[in-house]
């Protein structure tokens, strides 16, 4: 497993932006799938983004599409998250997760199998 501390959560206006980071310890960080993930009180943990090591292929969910875009910065072993046209529907815990050589274009959270501890993201209106 790969070690993961997220930063950049906090306290935005609704149509704000936040940038989220994702350092990861692994030294073969280039061949791990990242993903982000989110979980609002009393829902399920939902996927938001991912990046393929393969490629960089990036996937969004609906929700977010055209607002967020993910990135990856491997010489930095870190993922990043750009949120723009922040909505109050966007509170939550925002979970940065990792699996070795994962491919496809769909993922549940079960697909990976290492996951940092959170960062609070609080939009207001």
């Known amino acids: 497993q790969v070690q993961l501390v997220e930063s950049g959560g906090g306290l935005v206006q609704a149509g704000g932006s936040l940038r989220l980071s994702c350092l990861a310890s692994?030294?073969?960080?280039?061949?791990?799938?990242m993903s982000w993930f989110r979980q609002a009180p009393g829902k399920e943990r939902e996927f938001v983004a991912a990046?393929?090591?393969?490629?960089?292929?990036?996937y969004c969910a609906d929700s977010v599409k055209g607002r967020f875009t993910i990135s990856r910065d491997n010489a930095k072993n870190t993922v990043y998250l750009q949120m723009n046209s922040l909505k109050p529907e966007d509170t939550a815990v925002y979970y940065c997760?990792?699996?070795?050589?994962?491919?496809?274009?769909?993922?549940?959270?079960?697909?990976?199998?290492?996951w940092g501890q959170g960062t609070q993201v609080t939009v207001s209106s």
């Open positions: 997760a990792a699996e070795y050589g994962l491919i496809g274009s769909s993922w549940y959270a079960s697909d990976f199998g290492s």
């Open positions: 692994a030294r073969t960080f280039s061949r791990y799938t």
């Open positions: 990046i393929r090591w393969n490629g960089g292929g990036t």
